[in-house]
């Protein structure tokens, strides 16, 4: 059974880091970061392979760095420099699909965990 299991969410000042972290019981192929912010659409952040290729945002690139600690079963999210547009709840998601055509497709993603809060205030 594959469970996903993100934290690190919290409240933080405009400009300032904040890691995420999604304790998974299954490296799969893709792995990924959604948010999901108040009356919007959910949308992917960060997408990481099992060759190591990420994938981002345009809204995130050069902020955020999407990354897996092996040692820990730990897909991980570094956000630097945060906005309050960034104030979202935090998906982490994967597939074990051969190819995604879609990275960035909600539904190209199997397992989800239940997600962290992030708010970011100005």
């Known amino acids: 059974q594959v469970h996903l299991t993100e934290s690190g969410g919290g409240s933080v000042q405009a400009g300032s880091s904040l890691g995420l972290y999604c304790k998974y019981t299954?490296?799969?192929?893709?792995m990924a970061w959604f948010r999901q912010g108040p009356g919007t659409e959910r949308e992917a952040v960060a997408v990481?392979?099992?060759?190591?290729?990420?994938t981002y945002a345009e809204s995130v690139k050069g902020r955020f760095t999407i990354s897996k600690d092996l040692a820990k079963n730990s897909l991980d999210l570094q956000m630097d420099s945060l906005k309050p547009e960034d104030t979202a709840m935090y998906y982490c998601?994967?597939?074990?699909?051969?190819?995604?055509?879609?990275?960035?497709?909600?539904?190209?993603?199997?397992?989800w965990g239940q997600g962290t809060q992030v708010t970011v205030s100005s």
């Open positions: 990481l392979d099992s060759l190591g290729t990420t």
């Open positions: 998601a994967s597939s074990n699909a051969w190819v995604l055509a879609d990275l960035f497709r909600r539904e190209s993603y199997k397992y």
């Open positions: 299954n490296s799969h192929r893709y």
